[in-house]
């Protein structure tokens, strides 16, 4: 029977890792720097799980050869001690130097980018080395792999972690988080390198049925491997929460204070760990991630794949364990060539999730339309001309440019409302651009038409062909109706924020879109208020530069 050697086996992830280990029917050595606590945890192992068979060995990392690991009798050595952010891979090395197989759940950046120089040695040594055996890069990536499967380009890819409250957050885990709060991360967004603070930003995702909750920007080695494994055209991110939202945000305002007056908060990592835990009763202990992608599938349509996990009370850190012993299994059965890497593009999703349902681990997966106005108009939008199609189903970035007549506001009051949105004055004729930011649930649009700039969101997608499109604090619910190769848009509501106003009151549009003899696409928008008049028409055609 294989042999395990478990380097932190008395750890939050090590521990389940061993249970996965010995239910599986390997052999395991626990071991550690103490000679009674990794004796300890071998014979309390020993009396859990009778059947399984435990051994200790005394171990010390920042001293071990070769020698000391080859001595324990393992074939497979997996490191789940960690903080991996800034190490050197030392326990690798002798692996290695060892001929014996090593995996880990690394989610230091630098470390897993460095891990390939060790490619060589492992092939020489005929083992297999697997670094990020982890939720990020290992999990993350399987589920990349299968919902872009087929894909003609990615547009954007993001993955997001959530924990429970009551999730245990161990000294390395803090230790790890704290090394990069507030510090520069460089990050693939908006099409091109840049950096930003960890820990920024405050979004908002949707996990399902553990919630909508709050996350922020995390440093894992995937804001490098998404970027260079599916080369996405706009945007590549990792986020991570912290339940309840009180702690989110505290971990969100320190980050502020380290970005501002540069300190190291990795010394406060034993106090934020004992504030965490009496916030912890305030949220819920399901745990929870989710992987999202949006691009172009195989017959020319915007398409966003969403995957989301659930864990039950407890059950959240037995995930990042699962990729690990997945890897385990896989090298115990040779479908691993030998080489040292990654653990990305190395497990299919189904070999890590197979024994997630006994676990108290729930997932979903959901394919649909990455174009809001697909989803509401159905069947029927397949059905319009390729340009109309195009400008509302490009996903990510886009630029149209093109030439435009404008009609001014009808009256006083009515100038005052149309400058104050921004709309143009009329013009007989001038240069008309639009920028759409399209994710899938929600379009930007930035017009520039005449030299005037006015901007609005589409949203909110409904059957039966309805929208909202909100010019800030107003929105007006839109009905789009597809007559022969013309789409038409009409006002069947508005509100003040989430505030339904009168409907006797509500702006009124005559507004369509077509396709010219030059097949480039028309646009005719009039847009009026009761007793007010008309505020502004515009009409003109658009071709995409970008």
């Known amino acids: 029977m294989t042999r395990v ?37 071998a014979d309390w192992y020993g009396y859990e799980l009778p059947e399984g068979r435990v051994g200790f060995a005394v171990l010390d990392t920042a001293t071990l050869t070769a020698a000391d690991l080859k001595a324990t009798g393992a074939t497979i050595v997996a ?49 297999v080395a697997l670094t990020g055996c982890s939720s990020t890069p290992a999990l993350s990536n399987a589920v990349l ?149 949006l691009g172009v599938d195989a017959d020319g349509r915007a398409v966003r794949g969403v995957w989301r996990l659930t864990a039950v009370e407890g059950q959240g850190p037995v995930t990042p364990t699962l990729p690990t012993l997945a890897a385990i299994r896989s090298i115990d059965a040779g479908r691993i060539a030998p080489g ?20 108290g681990l729930a997932t979903e997966s959901v394919t649909d339309r990455g174009a809001i106005f697909a989803r509401a108009i159905g069947p029927a939008f397949d059905a319009l001309p390729p340009p109309i199609r195009a400008l509302h189903e490009t996903p990510g ?7 435009a007549m404008t009609e001014g506001a009808a009256g006083p009051l009515a100038a005052i409302i149309a400058r104050i949105i921004g709309f143009p004055t009329a013009q007989a004729d001038c240069a008309a651009e639009v920028s759409i930011d399209a994710d899938g649930d929600r379009s930007e649009w930035r017009r520039r038409i005449g030299g005037h700039a006015f901007s ?30 013309r789409l038409v848009y009409s006002v069947e509501g508005w509100r003040l924020g989430p505030i339904p106003l009168p409907r006797f009151l509500a702006p009124s549009t005559r507004a369509h879109e077509q396709i010219d003899a030059e097949d480039r696409f028309v646009f005719d928008v009039e847009i009026s208020m009761p007793l007010i008049g008309r505020l502004v028409r515009y009409r003109g055609w658009l071709v995409r530069e970008v």
């Open 340 to 359: 040292a890497r990654a653990c990305v593009g190395v497990l299919a999703l189904e070999e890590i999730t197979v024994d997630m349902a006994g676990l």
């Open 456 to 485: 609005s969101v589409l949203s909110h997608p409904r059957e039966g062909g309805r929208v909202r499109e909100r010019f800030g604090a107003t929105a007006m619910d839109l009905r789009l109706t597809p007559e022969g190769e």
């Open 145 to 293: 792999d299968q919902l872009t499967e087929g894909w003609r380009e990615v547009v954007s890819v993001e993955a997001a972690i959530s924990p429970g409250a009551r999730a245990p957050r161990g000294l390395s885990v803090m230790q790890a988080i704290l090394s990069w709060l507030g510090r520069p991360v460089r990050v693939f967004e908006d099409g091109g390198w840049t950096t930003r603070p960890g820990w920024s930003g405050l979004y908002l995702r949707d996990f399902g049925v553990a919630g909508r909750r709050r996350v922020s920007l995390c440093e894992t080695p995937d804001l490098d491997v998404f970027p260079a494994r599916f080369a996405p055209r706009d945007r590549a991110m990792f986020l991570a929460g912290l339940e309840p939202w009180p702690a989110h945000l505290g971990a969100w305002v320190l980050g502020r204070l380290v970005q501002a007056f540069r300190f190291d908060p990795v010394a406060l990592a034993k106090p934020l760990i004992a504030m965490s835990e009496w916030l912890s009763a305030l949220g819920s202990d399901r745990g929870a991630m989710r992987v999202a992608s």
């Open 397 to 403: 970035r886009s630029l149209w440019r093109g030439r």
């Open 79 to 127: 490191d789940m001690a960690g903080p991996f952010q800034g190490a050197q891979p030392t326990t690798a090395r002798a692996a290695i130097e060892a001929g014996l197989h090593y995996v880990d759940l690394a989610d230091g950046r630098d470390f897993v980018a460095a891990f390939p120089a060790l490619d060589e040695a492992a092939k020489a040594a005929g083992v």
């Open 5 to 41: 050697l478990v380097i932190g086996a008395g750890g939050v992830f090590g521990s389940r890792l061993v249970e996965g280990l010995l239910r599986d029917g390997f052999d395991v050595v626990v071991a550690g720097r103490d000679r009674a606590r990794a004796e300890g945890v």
